[in-house]
């Protein structure tokens, strides 16, 4: 009845217009769902995720629990549609697009996922295939893929329909959202990125929108490009399509290689991409204009085992996909910069086609199919948005073609024109009117200028500030401070760099130090625009106001700086009570932008002050026009109107996962301008969460204390499960909350969570000293972490003490069996594995983790025996799995060759060769089993099968020489091998085999050994 109702909600809600009109339609659907679960309440950076660790992605937590049993969950679903198009987007599930129909042939020209088989493949774990998803901040899949972002719903004048999806990314705070639009009248749907830095530091840019498409064989991928280059410039810049072997890789078939393939293409401008599927004479395309998304990317899972088993573990029945992407960047290894008050903006289209042939250029119009046939032209147009045009040919100046076509959306018109006496290479231009215009001539849009991927190397000033720049842009921020004072202390006039280590100085909330460092880069170039910008935050957060103001005036100079610097001197006008010189420069601040966020949410406060309530209208219709879902813009008209169903229309639309974060945020920007009680109405209205009580206690201290006593003992009474404050300005309030309850752990705890953070790990380790009477497991889980390195013995304490506290808790037995591996104590590590297997026999991580401390133990028996009982979905670590499963049976081998049975060794050998897909990874090409080959033919020599062993040597020369240029784990091996076999020609190899990188001890030990003998 449920899925009946959901089904027929949906019908009905987005029933298309016969006029050609988008509706919109908004439902909640049932769909087969794997969920995950658990989320970790131990900070990040006390634990390792799947892509990166710490302050890059803190304040956000891992979730640990995902599953194999699914259920059917209620999911809201806005669906748009009009005539041609029908696009689903899941708010839910970080508002991706779900998938998207050409309704003429019921065909979903993007993969649409009919289930959500949640696995840990996201920066925080949760991720599910299909659509389209919204990446910002970091590479990687971003925070929010699996959890609920903020949306609107509406159906626009012009006819079309939208979905505003967006959120906070919390490590920067920056906001982003997509507009997704389905105009009238297309058989192409929208997308508008907006991207905010409210913040006055430079923030990493990196932004892919990663669609899915349904794989085949016969796909053609359409990706213009000289050369493709992968993922940390691993494969430097190599043909495309067409490799150096003659393989043409824009092919799908064509890539049966080892590994999952990342082809970021280049050497080529162009606004398009695509795919076409040769059977169905059908296919997906993208456009965005080249300055907005020039990346372009190719994903494919390997094509053996090792990425076929995805196929089940991501989905029920929708089979194999592969992800086209668009980037701000050309490659995901780069990051750039978002400039401090920066709003970027950037539109892509995303369309079916179909019944024309491959596609050979794209417009938002139409798209165009052209190839020469023998003595004619094939031509092919599908529209996108209706067409009444001429189609015109010209080859050197003259028209050999000319037809009027009048299509409506969808529809195809294709035509083969005769170019008799033209020979075949002919250069032509097409052009569809205005609307579209494609030249023959492969090479009229190649890039002649350098395309050079490389991570700076060196230690020269230069190249050291080039490297640091690197580390910031990809939010590594300890290191780049450390990096940028490296290249001062190189050359002392190194104005960027002291600028740079200046801004993130005053970043992790040492505004001093970071005055001084501006201050020396202004001593060197007095009139510098940046150093002047940095001079100015960090003095404004030291309360030297005309300091402030004059460095900012003098940064206001700059285009690079005029807008922030003005937004900056108006925030402080507002500080100083002068709301009219705070309209004034928020005004020169639009002069400079007149379309930024920061700019008009400053001027909107202004105008409120200053009772301008027109003009605060007409400003926030115009923040509100910009950025749809700017809560701030909402919560100024309550605050000026006081009514409560103004305040409830701003708050039922802050429904991302984190909802208290937003109304922090929007505190802490009232905080900063002096007016806190605003601020305060910003954390009334917000849901409860110890970081909101805090934050009312502080700013209650003066005005209401008895209020802010009972806030603060509100707070210190909540649970710390899952609260982790990282702002720079909640340094002040856990200071403050610190020096008001010296005896509760909460503060001194939260307050080192904000320092670790930061980078400021000596200042976090002396609270994390003074933190004792916890209660809590994960406190002493984190603690243990803290500690590790320099005082492991404490480390020891506290993850035995989490384990007292919790012993329900497999992450606190977990903590400490890992740690005991690490530190090599072995015999209390196999005890602690034990021990959390008995009270969670079911957990696999602490399966595993017996297993491990079982083979570090001397017990590789026990440790196999442990890993044919564990059935593992892929999880953080669970790549080293099949690791741990090879090093099992290898110990096996090892130890049945000491006992001179070579028999069972040679068992044990081959078993290490599988690749057991219940422990969650599948078999790759080509797999490397030298080592296991090598000692496997040792032991047939001892039994007698010396033609086997023989065969087995000539097989291990012969993948050697056919990986030779790989880089293979097994290579000492091969090096082995043609040493004995002692061919002439093999001399020079095995000499070069044997200087790589030997294999384990215990190995070399029994190959001496039998040497010996």
Same mark, same amino acid.
């Not at 021990?835 to 297993?851: I, N, S």
């Given at each position: 009845?449920?899925?009946?109702?959901?089904?027929?909600?949906?019908?009905?809600?987005?029933?298309?217009?016969?006029?050609?009109?988008?509706?919109?339609?908004?439902?909640?659907?049932?769909?087969?769902?794997?969920?995950?679960?658990?989320?970790?309440?131990?900070?990040?950076?006390?634990?390792?995720?799947?892509?990166?660790?710490?302050?890059?992605?803190?304040?956000?937590?891992?979730?640990?629990?995902?599953?194999?049993?699914?259920?059917?969950?209620?999911?809201?679903?806005?669906?748009?549609?009009?005539?041609?198009?029908?696009?689903?987007?899941?708010?839910?599930?970080?508002?991706?697009?779900?998938?998207?129909?050409?309704?003429?042939?019921?065909?979903?020209?993007?993969?649409? +996922?009919?289930?959500?088989?949640?696995?840990?493949?996201?920066?925080?774990?949760?991720?599910?295939?299909?659509?389209?998803?919204?990446?910002?901040?970091?590479?990687?899949?971003?925070?929010?893929?699996?959890?609920?972002?903020?949306?609107?719903?509406?159906?626009?004048?012009? !006819?079309?329909?939208?979905?505003?999806?967006?959120?906070?990314?919390?490590?920067?705070?920056?906001?982003?959202?997509?507009?997704?639009?389905?105009?009238?009248?297309?058989?192409?749907?929208?997308?508008?990125?907006?991207?905010?830095?409210?913040?006055?530091?430079?923030?990493?840019?990196?932004?892919?929108?990663?669609?899915?498409?349904?794989?085949?064989?016969?796909?053609?991928?359409?990706?213009?490009?000289?050369?493709?280059?992968?993922?940390?410039?691993?494969?430097?810049?190599?043909?495309?399509?067409?490799?150096?072997?003659?393989?043409?890789?824009?092919?799908?078939?064509? +890539?049966?290689?080892?590994?999952?393939?990342?082809?970021?293409?280049?050497?080529?401008?162009?606004?398009?991409?695509?795919?076409?599927?040769?059977?169905?004479?059908?296919?997906?395309?993208?456009?965005?204009?080249?300055?907005?998304?020039?990346?372009?990317?190719?994903?494919?899972?390997?094509? *053996?085992?090792?990425?076929?088993?995805?196929?089940?573990?991501?989905?029920?029945?929708?089979?194999?996909?592969?992800?086209?992407?668009?980037?701000?960047?050309?490659?995901?290894?780069?990051?750039?910069?978002?400039?401090?008050?920066?709003?970027?903006?950037?539109?892509?289209?995303?369309?079916?086609?179909?019944?024309?042939?491959?596609?050979?250029?794209?417009?938002?119009?139409?798209?165009?199919?052209?190839?020469?046939?023998?003595?004619? /032209?094939?031509?092919?147009?599908?529209?996108?948005?209706?067409?009444?045009?001429?189609?015109?040919?010209?080859?050197?100046?003259?028209?050999?073609?000319?037809?009027?076509?009048?299509?409506?959306?969808?529809?195809?018109?294709?035509?083969?024109?005769?170019?008799? !006496?033209?020979?075949?290479?002919?250069?032509?231009?097409?052009?569809?009117?205005?609307?579209?215009?494609?030249?023959?001539?492969?090479?009229?849009?190649?890039?002649?200028?350098?395309?050079?991927?490389?991570?700076?190397?060196?230690?020269?000033?230069?190249?050291?500030?080039?490297?640091?720049?690197?580390?910031?842009?990809?939010?590594?921020?300890?290191?780049?401070?450390?990096?940028? =004072?490296?290249?001062?202390?190189?050359?002392?006039?190194?104005?960027?760099?002291?600028?740079?280590?200046?801004?993130?100085?005053?970043?992790?909330?040492?505004?001093?130090?970071?005055?001084?460092?501006?201050?020396?880069?202004?001593?060197?170039?007095?009139?510098?625009?940046?150093?002047?910008?940095?001079?100015?935050?960090?003095?404004?957060?030291?309360?030297?106001?005309?300091?402030?103001?004059?460095?900012?005036?003098?940064?206001?100079?700059?285009?690079?700086?005029?807008?922030?610097?003005?937004?900056?001197?108006?925030?402080?006008?507002?500080?100083?009570?002068?709301?009219?010189?705070?309209?004034?420069?928020?005004?020169?601040?639009?002069?400079?932008?007149? /379309?930024?966020?920061?700019?008009?949410?400053?001027?909107?406060?202004?105008?409120?002050?200053?009772?301008?309530?027109?003009?605060?209208?007409?400003?926030?219709?115009?923040?509100?026009?910009?950025?749809?879902?700017?809560?701030?813009?909402?919560?100024?008209?309550?605050?000026?109107?006081?009514?409560?169903?103004?305040?409830?229309?701003?708050?039922?639309?802050?429904?991302?996962?984190?909802?208290?974060?937003?109304?922090?945020?929007?505190?802490?920007?009232?905080?900063?301008?002096?007016?806190? *009680?605003?601020?305060?109405?910003?954390?009334?209205?917000?849901?409860?969460?110890?970081?909101?009580?805090?934050?009312?206690?502080?700013?209650?201290?003066?005005?209401?204390?008895?209020?802010?006593?009972?806030?603060?003992?509100?707070?210190?009474?909540?649970?710390?499960?899952?609260?982790?404050?990282?702002?720079?300005?909640?340094?002040?309030?856990?200071?403050?909350?610190?020096?008001?309850?010296?005896?509760?752990?909460?503060?001194?705890?939260?307050?080192?969570?904000? =320092?670790?953070?930061?980078?400021?790990?000596?200042?976090?380790?002396?609270?994390?000293?003074?933190?004792?009477? #916890?209660?809590?497991?994960?406190?002493?889980?984190?603690? %243990?972490?803290?500690?590790?390195? *320099?005082?492991?013995?404490?480390? #020891?304490?506290?993850?035995?003490?989490?384990?007292?506290?919790?012993?329900?808790?497999?992450?606190?037995?977990?903590?400490?069996?890992?740690?005991?591996?690490?530190?090599?104590?072995?015999?209390?590590?196999?005890?602690?594995?034990?021990?959390?297997?008995?009270?969670?026999?079911?957990?696999?991580? /602490?399966?595993?983790?017996?297993?491990?401390?079982?083979?570090?133990?001397?017990?590789?028996?026990?440790?196999?025996?442990?890993?044919?009982?564990?059935?593992?979905?892929?999880?953080?670590?669970?790549?080293?799995?099949?690791?741990?499963?090879?090093?099992?049976?290898?110990?096996?081998?090892?130890?049945?060759?000491?006992?001179?049975?070579?028999?069972?060794?040679?068992?044990?050998?081959?078993?290490?060769?599988?690749?057991?897909?219940?422990?969650?990874?599948?078999?790759?090409?080509?797999?490397?089993?030298?080592?296991?080959?090598?000692?496997?033919?040792?032991?047939?020599?001892?039994?007698?099968?010396?033609?086997?062993?023989?065969?087995?040597?000539?097989?291990?020369?012969?993948?050697?020489?056919?990986?030779?240029?790989?880089?293979?784990?097994?290579?000492?091996?091969?090096?082995?091998?043609?040493?004995?076999?002692?061919?002439?020609?093999?001399?020079?190899?095995?000499?070069?085999?044997? %200087?790589?990188?030997?294999?384990?001890?215990?190995?070399?030990?029994?190959?001496?050994? /039998?040497?010996?003998?």
């Amino acid at each position: 009845g449920l899925i009946l109702l959901a089904l027929l909600s949906a019908a009905t809600s987005c029933r298309p217009d016969p006029s050609g009109r988008a509706v919109a339609g908004e439902a909640r659907e049932v769909i087969r769902t794997y969920p995950f679960a658990d989320p970790d309440p131990v900070p990040i950076f006390a634990r390792s995720s799947m892509w990166g660790q710490g302050a890059r992605l803190y304040p956000y937590f891992m979730f640990d629990r995902f599953t194999d049993e699914p259920v059917d969950k209620a999911w809201t679903v806005v669906r748009l549609s009009n005539p041609h198009v029908e696009v689903a987007v899941l708010p839910e599930v970080g508002g991706k697009v779900w998938g998207a129909l050409d309704k003429a042939t019921g065909r979903e020209f993007l993969y649409w +996922n009919h289930v959500l088989k949640f696995r840990q493949i996201a920066l925080r774990g949760p991720w599910t295939s299909g659509g389209i998803e919204w990446n910002f901040g970091v590479v990687g899949h971003a925070p929010w893929t699996g959890t609920p972002v903020d949306y609107l719903v509406r159906e626009n004048p012009d !006819g079309g329909a939208s979905c505003v999806v967006g959120a906070l990314d919390l490590a920067s705070r920056t906001r982003w959202s997509v507009t997704v639009t389905l105009p009238k009248d297309s058989a192409a749907f929208e997308t508008r990125a907006l991207w905010v830095n409210p913040t006055p530091f430079s923030q990493s840019n990196y932004a892919w929108s990663c669609a899915a498409v349904p794989t085949a064989d016969d796909l053609k991928y359409i990706f213009p490009g000289r050369w493709h280059i992968g993922h940390d410039y691993a494969v430097p810049l190599e043909p495309w399509p067409v490799d150096r072997s003659g393989r043409d890789l824009s092919w799908y078939r064509n +890539n049966a290689t080892p590994g999952s393939k990342s082809y970021f293409t280049v050497g080529e401008r162009a606004d398009f991409y695509g795919g076409w599927y040769e059977g169905a004479d059908a296919g997906f395309g993208h456009w965005s204009p080249y300055e907005d998304m020039p990346g372009r990317k190719i994903w494919i899972w390997d094509l *053996s085992r090792s990425g076929q088993i995805w196929v089940d573990l991501l989905t029920d029945e929708d089979g194999q996909y592969t992800e086209p992407q668009a980037g701000r960047l050309l490659n995901q290894s780069d990051h750039g910069d978002l400039p401090p008050g920066a709003s970027d903006r950037w539109q892509e289209h995303w369309f079916p086609y179909r019944g024309i042939g491959p596609m050979s250029a794209a417009s938002p119009h139409a798209v165009l199919s052209a190839s020469r046939s023998g003595d004619g /032209l094939d031509l092919g147009v599908f529209a996108l948005r209706p067409v009444a045009d001429d189609l015109t040919v010209t080859v050197s100046g003259r028209d050999v073609f000319k037809e009027r076509l009048d299509l409506e959306p969808g529809q195809a018109w294709k035509k083969a024109v005769p170019l008799d !006496g033209l020979p075949e290479g002919t250069a032509y231009v097409l052009r569809l009117g205005e609307k579209l215009v494609y030249a023959s001539d492969p090479t009229v849009d190649d890039l002649e200028r350098p395309l050079r991927f490389s991570t700076p190397s060196g230690r020269s000033a230069e190249a050291l500030f080039l490297q640091a720049r690197k580390l910031e842009r990809e939010r590594r921020l300890p290191e780049a401070l450390e990096t940028y =004072l490296a290249a001062a202390g190189e050359e002392p006039l190194h104005v960027r760099a002291l600028t740079r280590a200046a801004e993130l100085t005053t970043r992790r909330g040492e505004p001093a130090k970071g005055l001084e460092l501006a201050g020396r880069a202004l001593s060197v170039s007095m009139y510098d625009p940046e150093a002047n910008y940095v001079y100015g935050v960090a003095a404004r957060r030291l309360s030297r106001l005309v300091d402030a103001k004059e460095t900012l005036g003098w940064a206001a100079r700059s285009p690079q700086f005029r807008t922030i610097a003005m937004v900056q001197s108006a925030e402080i006008a507002i500080l100083e009570k002068d709301f009219l010189e705070a309209a004034e420069d928020a005004y020169a601040a639009l002069t400079g932008d007149n /379309l930024n966020i920061a700019a008009l949410e400053v001027l909107a406060v202004a105008c409120r002050l200053l009772g301008r309530e027109p003009e605060h209208a007409r400003v926030l219709g115009w923040l509100s026009d910009q950025d749809p879902l700017d809560h701030l813009a909402r919560f100024e008209r309550y605050l000026l109107s006081r009514r409560p169903e103004d305040l409830e229309a701003c708050r039922s639309l802050v429904r991302n996962e984190l909802p208290h974060e937003t109304w922090i945020e929007m505190a802490a920007f009232y905080h900063r301008l002096g007016l806190a *009680s605003d601020a305060v109405e910003a954390l009334r209205a917000a849901p409860a969460h110890p970081n909101v009580l805090y934050w009312l206690a502080y700013l209650l201290r003066d005005a209401s204390p008895e209020e802010s006593a009972a806030a603060l003992d509100r707070a210190s009474a909540a649970s710390p499960h899952l609260v982790f404050p990282f702002r720079e300005e909640e340094i002040a309030v856990y200071s403050w909350a610190l020096a008001a309850r010296p005896s509760d752990w909460k503060p001194k705890y939260y307050l080192a969570l904000i =320092l670790w953070g930061k980078g400021r790990v000596v200042e976090a380790g002396d609270l994390f000293e003074l933190a004792d009477g #916890a209660d809590y497991a994960p406190f002493y889980i984190t603690r %243990g972490s803290f500690f590790e390195r *320099s005082e492991p013995d404490r480390s #020891a304490d506290d993850l035995r003490r989490a384990v007292e506290i919790d012993p329900a808790s497999w992450r606190a037995r977990h903590a400490l069996t890992g740690f005991l591996l690490r530190q090599g104590r072995n015999s209390e590590a196999l005890d602690a594995a034990r021990g959390a297997v008995a009270e969670h026999p079911a957990e696999v991580t /602490l399966q595993v983790d017996l297993a491990r401390a079982l083979l570090a133990a001397g017990d590789p028996r026990g440790a196999a025996s442990v890993l044919d009982a564990v059935a593992a979905l892929p999880y953080e670590g669970a790549t080293d799995i099949h690791g741990l499963y090879v090093r099992t049976h290898v110990a096996i081998g090892l130890a049945a060759m000491r006992a001179r049975a070579w028999d069972e060794a040679i068992r044990a050998l081959e078993l290490s060769k599988l690749y057991p897909e219940k422990l969650g990874t599948g078999a790759p090409f080509y797999p490397d089993s030298r080592m296991q080959d090598y000692l496997i033919a040792l032991c047939l020599d001892r039994v007698g099968e010396k033609d086997k062993a023989s065969a087995l040597r000539e097989s291990i020369r012969e993948y050697t020489l056919a990986h030779w240029d790989e880089a293979r784990p097994y290579a000492y091996f091969g090096g082995l091998v043609m040493q004995r076999l002692g061919r002439r020609e093999d001399r020079l190899r095995a000499r070069e085999l044997l %200087g790589r990188p030997k294999p384990p001890a215990e190995v070399l030990e029994v190959l001496r050994a /039998l040497d010996a003998r």
